[in-house]
């Protein structure tokens, strides 16, 4: 933490040697303690030094996640814990994490692929606010048929990150992508670049919104609402520096893949039992 | 909570988030105007920097219209942002990788250098008008003379000298500016629509055969308002500018959707679909049939045939308002249709914009309108008619 504070500091007295003036020390006084971000992507910091957490060294952690793809069920309870713990925007338009649905059914070369979004399955939850996947295949000839978690990936060289113009979000220590909603200026630039489609605009708050590994919760020793309430293992989180915790040994024990990895992203979601028309 | 505006049907697969469109047609109109400002100081560079004297008629048109655009240029951004009263955010800690950070920068530099330039070549008059005009006038160009009221042949000297430098930077500032905005869609990689190289490329051409349009549009209302004859050779030179840099235009234009077919990346079945379908309009027949293919016949004929008098007024007149459409067609189909085509590259959505609201369709219009609203005022206080001043 003291590393890191010592770095932002520099980086504020050099810019503020740069700018000089009046200007910059009105500014600065207002906004708190501004820093410029430093120059490439994976090197941003925060706009304003985040509040030291007590008890947490956020350079002690680098944090990852799992997704084991074959034993996800399609129950959605990782999406609705996610939207209560998180308070997310509850319709069917803003969702920090999703399932995917795909379905290969027999004589047809691609899977129909569809999430709790799509107005079917919408419809069958009669709510905007509850999440299932209607069973709209049931009379049809499914040849194979998989669920597939989604979530922020956590890029080590976060896209979002990169053409943020304020630096309102960034990469913490611990390899977790946040966005400091005080800072944010909602331009949606940021939205725009994840290839992921993990961020959207919160039209309550005006910024823009996405997943953060449950960062309230992952610094006090609990696991993301999500994998906590995940009833089949699907999601798997932890350090990597642990070697023996959940992610690490899932990463060991498996042929792991990510998704897009062609963006050179980097992404910090590691999945097992994808299939090639996966996006 | 207000209902969320923006929700777009799609069919396919879409991510859920993307079911809610980021830019509006607010971010269509801003690189519209952009490209306004960099194509009509082109034109007055051509007059300005390299000396082309049949552009004096409208060199000082071109500066003024500039300046106007150039000053709602951040309307529609403050417009579209969350919290529009954060956006000094972006100046006082810029996030360096960031293409949007240098915006404030870049139009900030800009627009100082419209101003300049326009103070140079509008001097004269200023000077003039605060000794002739009385009361609220008077001190109004009082002011804006800023004490400098020596017009001698000296003095003059050293204007010019001024105009011709900041018609010279100017020249690689306003480019740079509106191929900045070509780079903040070329750079995305999360969509291969946007993710072009020549993308920059292709904004300047478009933004330099926009502004060149609109100077011709504004230049023979303006003649027919003021009741004076078109200056023949001036809209012929216009003509000329708007047909070459076209050429260039389509050229790019083509190379890149060309290129993008023939790599036929992951996703370019999806685009292929999206063009042929609801990209028909607004993309084949708007941008590139009627907005460019019919001007360029017309152009290129007149230029053949070497018309003159009345028919070049109109055949010209008529390219640049479809030039003007093809463009604004453009931003729409790079904007729009980008986000239309799902990242997923499974899936099309389909914006429909609001009427009303921040970022309705009335707002856009009313952003639209506001640099020509200014315009009309500005020439009374400052005309640009090659009569009325002496300096450049």
Not at chain 2, 240 to 258: I, R, S
């Amino acid at each position: 933490m003291t590393e890191t504070e010592d770095k932002s500091v520099e980086a504020r007295r050099g810019f503020l040697r740069l700018l000089g003036g009046a200007i910059a020390c009105a500014a600065t006084a207002e906004a708190g303690h501004v820093t410029v971000a430093e120059a490439g992507a994976s090197a941003a910091l925060p706009a304003v030094a985040p509040p030291a957490i007590p008890g947490y060294d956020w350079t002690k952690h680098r944090w990852a996640f799992g997704v084991d793809a074959t034993r996800c069920i399609g129950c959605l309870r990782c999406v609705e814990a996610c939207k209560t713990e998180n308070d997310v925007i509850g319709d069917a338009h803003h969702f920090r994490t999703w399932v995917e649905r795909y379905v290969y059914l027999e004589g047809e070369e691609t899977p129909r692929v569809d999430s709790h979004s799509d107005p079917v399955n919408i419809k069958a939850s009669g709510s905007e606010r509850e999440y299932r996947f209607a069973n709209r295949y049931k009379d049809a000839n499914v040849e194979k048929a998989f669920f597939v978690p989604k979530l922020c990936n956590h890029c080590t060289h976060p896209a979002c990150v990169q053409v943020c113009p304020t630096g309102a979000t960034y990469r913490t220590d611990d390899g977790v992508v946040v966005i400091d909603h005080k800072y944010c200026i909602g331009c949606q630039y940021c939205v725009q670049a994840c290839p992921y489609g993990a961020r959207f605009f919160n039209e309550e708050k005006k910024v823009t919104d996405k997943c953060t590994w449950c960062y309230h919760r992952i610094t006090k020793g609990l696991q993301p609402a999500c994998v906590e309430v995940c009833p089949v293992g699907a999601r798997i989180f932890g350090d990597l520096r642990d070697k023996q915790s959940p992610v690490s040994q899932f990463i060991r024990n498996n042929r792991t893949r990510v998704l897009k990895p062609e963006t050179g992203n980097a992404p910090n979601v590691y999945y097992v039992g994808l299939d090639k028309d996966v996006m | 909570m207000e209902p969320v505006p923006n929700i777009a049907p799609f069919i396919g697969y879409v991510y859920p988030n993307e079911t809610v469109i980021p830019w509006t047609v607010l971010i269509v109109v801003y690189p519209y105007l952009t490209g306004l400002v960099a194509g009509a100081f082109t034109v007055s560079s051509l007059y300005h920097v390299f000396g082309m004297q049949r552009f004096k008629p409208v060199a000082h048109l071109a500066l003024l219209t500039s300046l106007c655009c150039m000053l709602i240029v951040p309307v529609p951004l403050l417009l579209h942002l969350g919290h529009p009263e954060r956006a000094f955010n972006a100046m006082i800690t810029p996030h360096t990788t960031s293409a949007f950070a240098i915006f404030g920068y870049a139009a900030a530099c800009y627009v100082l250098l419209l101003l300049l330039e326009n103070w140079f070549v509008f001097r004269p008059h200023i000077v003039q008008q605060a000794q002739r005009t009385k009361g609220v006038l008077r001190l109004f160009y009082r002011a804006l003379s800023l004490g400098s009221d020596d017009l001698t042949e000296n003095a003059m000297r050293y204007d010019r000298k001024w105009i011709f430098a900041l018609a010279v930077i100017g020249i690689p500032a306003a480019h740079g500016l509106h191929g900045y905005v070509g780079f903040v869609f070329g750079s995305l990689k999360s969509r291969e629509w946007w993710s072009s190289d020549l993308m920059p490329a292709i904004f300047l051409f478009s933004a330099i055969i926009s502004g060149t349009a609109l100077l011709i549009v504004i230049y023979v209302i303006s003649c027919r308002l003021r009741k004076v004859p078109v200056d023949s050779p001036c809209l012929k030179g216009m003509g000329y500018t708007l047909w070459g840099f076209m050429l260039f235009t389509l050229l790019l234009e083509g190379v890149e959707f060309a290129s993008l077919v023939y790599r036929g990346r992951e996703g370019t079945d999806m685009i292929l679909e999206f063009v042929k379908g609801p990209l028909i309009v607004p993309f084949v027949i708007l941008q590139f049939g009627i907005g460019s293919l019919i001007p360029l016949l017309v152009l290129t004929f007149m230029i053949w045939r070497g018309t003159g008098g009345k028919t070049l007024i109109a055949g010209v007149f008529a390219s640049a308002c479809l030039v003007l459409v093809a463009v604004l067609m453009m931003r729409w189909n790079v904007v729009i249709g980008g986000q239309e085509i799902a990242k997923t590259g499974k899936g099309l959505l389909t914006y429909t914009p609001t009427f009303l609201g921040r970022e309705g369709l009335l707002a856009a219009a009313g952003v639209m309108a506001a640099p020509f609203v200014l315009l009309s005022v500005m020439v009374r206080l400052f005309p640009p008619w090659p009569q009325a001043t002496k300096a450049g």
